[in-house]
């Protein structure tokens, strides 16, 4: 069964500090990696999306980590603002083959930035 | 552009009622999904389709209808609804293979 997990559950950071989610996946046939990000009573919107060859993608603050060898990925938010507070995703999908163009969705992490 | 909307926003049930959740589209999008989000389970997909007239099973199949009768239209069908499908529901949208999804704003369902 094609599973991603995610790690923490919840997280608290202070203002100005950086926020560390991780990810890891089983099926090395994943070939793309979306951070989607959601806000209390919406729906849950892309951030930032990696596919494997490439190490690192940096968007703003938003930067992906990924390490093909240990399947696992990582988004980190540098200076959190308490505006990035939301719950976040990390999810895989193939692009060939039986269930295609389907996501998979970590269980999420639901990040406080106190100021 | 409106992007995704779905209707309705909110929606109470008695155990075996049926009812029919509708997702829109303006995007002109051949990939359309419905999911279910619990507490702690994140997104579980439940049907999708890859364009008008084809439909597909996800992860949580089971309870669950859909129909794709029109390229912008979604429809999520419950045909005797159990207190197991309290959930809030969302739609997306996108154009397949390494593409962002578009979701909707979710429709929260409460069983009894």
């Known amino acids: 069964q094609q599973q991603v997990k995610q790690s923490p559950q919840s997280l608290i950071v202070q203002k100005g500090g950086i926020s560390i989610i991780n990810c890891a996946y089983e099926n090395t046939a994943f070939d793309y990696f979306p951070w989607y990000q959601q806000f209390p009573g919406k729906g849950p919107a892309l951030l930032i999306a990696i596919r494997p060859d490439v190490s690192e993608k940096k968007e703003g603050r938003f930067t992906i980590s990924f390490n093909k060898s240990a399947k696992q990925f990582s988004l980190h938010i540098m200076d959190s603002q308490p505006g990035d507070s939301a719950t976040y995703f990390c999810a895989a999908s193939n692009n060939s083959g039986a269930g295609s163009y389907q996501l998979t969705f970590g269980k999420g992490t639901k990040l406080s930035v106190i100021p | ?112």
């Open chain 2, 1 to 112: 552009n409106a992007g995704v909307t779905q209707t309705p926003k909110f929606r109470v049930l008695k155990t075996g009622q049926s009812m029919t959740l509708l997702c829109a589209q303006d995007m002109n999008h051949e990939y359309m999904y419905w999911y279910r989000q619990d507490p702690g389970m994140g997104l579980r997909l439940i049907h999708y389709s890859v364009g008008e007239g084809t439909t597909a099973k996800g992860e949580v199949p089971d309870g669950y209808n859909v129909s794709r009768l029109k390229k912008q239209n979604f429809l999520l069908g419950l045909e005797s609804a159990a207190p197991s499908q309290t959930s809030v529901y969302f739609c997306a949208s996108g154009r397949g293979a390494w593409k962002t999804q578009y979701f909707g704003p979710g429709t929260r369902l409460l069983v009894l």
